[in-house]
């Protein structure tokens, strides 16, 4: 079946620092992937998403990559704030209607 | 417009009880999932309604769990005689059709069973 594999946190970085944090999926067919943030005390919500292979998706300074040839949707930014501390997940959606989602990492920035 | 909302946002019940918890999905959305977050952990699937069909129980963890939708729309998740283990957010999220969409989540239900 499908499944998405992320990073183990905490991942812990000084405001300003980039910031790395790695996905990879199996999925049969062609899944359209996401990555959700979810703040303290709060739901989940879309960061940011892409449909099909190289597409790259985008949202307040974030980015990620659908890799078809790695398998993977590494998300990155340049420059982290302190309000960027939170917890990723990394999800995708194929044929299954039921999406799956990685255990999240979480992101502690300090000033 | 308005988003997923769920009530009560924290609820905390004696073992043994049960528990009523609600969703309203953003209207216009025919799919509705719930999921179960326990400290630390990632999320749990425990069951997908879309439109009229029967919905997919698959992720239930026991008979105690139920949920149904009515008019397509409210949601609510039953929890009978609760358990201590039955402590975690109750998260519950819909889509505009379920395939490939993005998720709009509610802020979740905080469960605590003492």
């Known amino acids: 079946g499908d499944s998405v594999t992320q990073m183990e946190g905490p991942v812990t970085l000084s405001e300003e620092a980039f910031l790395t944090i790695n996905c990879t999926y199996t999925a049969t067919g062609y899944p359209s992937l996401f990555w959700y943030v979810q703040y303290p005390g709060e739901g989940l919500q879309l960061l940011l998403k892409?449909?099909?292979?190289?597409d790259k998706g985008s949202n307040k300074g974030f980015e990620a990559t659908y890799r078809k040839e790695t398998t993977s949707f590494h998300l990155e930014k340049g420059s982290v704030q302190v309000s960027d501390s939170a917890v990723y997940f990394c999800?995708?959606?194929?044929?299954?209607?039921?999406?799956?989602f990685g255990r999240g990492t979480s992101l502690i920035v300090h000033p | 417009g308005a988003g997923v909302s769920q009530s009560p946002s924290n609820k905390v019940t004696e073992k043994g009880k049960d528990v009523e918890l609600r969703c309203d999905p953003i209207s216009g959305h025919t799919a509705l999932y719930w999921y179960r977050q326990s400290l630390g952990q990632g999320l749990e699937f425990l069951i997908y309604f879309q439109g009229n069909s029967a919905p997919d129980k698959s992720g239930l963890p026991s008979d105690r769990f139920s949920a149904e939708r009515t008019g397509g729309s409210v949601s609510t998740l039953t929890i009978q005689r609760t358990q201590q283990e039955d402590s975690a957010v109750y998260l519950c999220?819909?889509?505009?059709?379920?395939?490939?969409?993005?998720?709009?989540f509610g802020p979740g239900t905080r469960l605590l069973v003492l």
């Open positions: 892409a449909t099909k292979a190289d």
């Open positions: 999220a819909s889509s505009l059709n379920g395939n490939q969409e993005t998720q709009y």
């Open positions: 999800a995708l959606s194929g044929g299954s209607y039921i999406p799956t």
